[in-house]
């Protein structure tokens, strides 16, 4: 009976918006992508001598695929989930019951959530980029 109690709280208590979910799947999903474009850095998978042209400008393969995630999962990082933090914010505050500490608190979120961000960009993008130094 335990399980099924702790099944329905589980159950309950998952995200009922589906942009949240959309948003996390597709950052995840991205995510995932670029680890898969360093594992196949290392091992030499992708081509880095095919040209792929694009706007008129000559990328190899690897390269391009690495751009248009990087582009794209900091578009999502940088204004999707704020956008969408602002909008709960402030569709879920009323004005009259405003407080200092409720304030602080979602401020104090929106600066764990950039830091986390910038921190996982950092992690990623530095041994991308300082890679080309350790091959020679």
């Known amino acids: 009976m335990s399980f099924l ?3 329905s709280i589980m159950i309950t208590s998952q995200v009922r ?23 196949f850095e290392i091992l030499g998978v992708l081509n880095s001598r095919h040209i792929v ?8 393969s690897r390269y391009f695929h690495w751009k248009m995630n990087l582009c794209v999962i ?8 704020p956008f969408y933090i602002g909008y709960f914010i402030v569709s879920n505050i009323r004005l ?15 600066g764990v959530t950039l830091m986390a961000l910038l921190s996982g ?3 990623v993008n530095c041994p991308y980029t300082y890679m080309s130094y350790f091959l020679r």
């Open 5 to 7: 109690i702790d099944s």
């Open 17 to 39: 918006q589906y942009v949240v979910q959309v948003i996390f799947s597709v950052t995840f999903a991205f995510s995932c992508t670029m680890f898969e474009l360093i594992i």
């Open 53 to 60: 042209m694009f706007f008129d400008v000559y990328f190899s």
């Open 74 to 81: 900091l578009l999502i990082l940088v204004f999707m989930v």
């Open 96 to 110: 009259w019951i405003l407080s200092i500490e409720q304030l602080i608190s979602r401020v104090g979120v929106i």
């Open 121 to 123: 960009f950092g992690a």
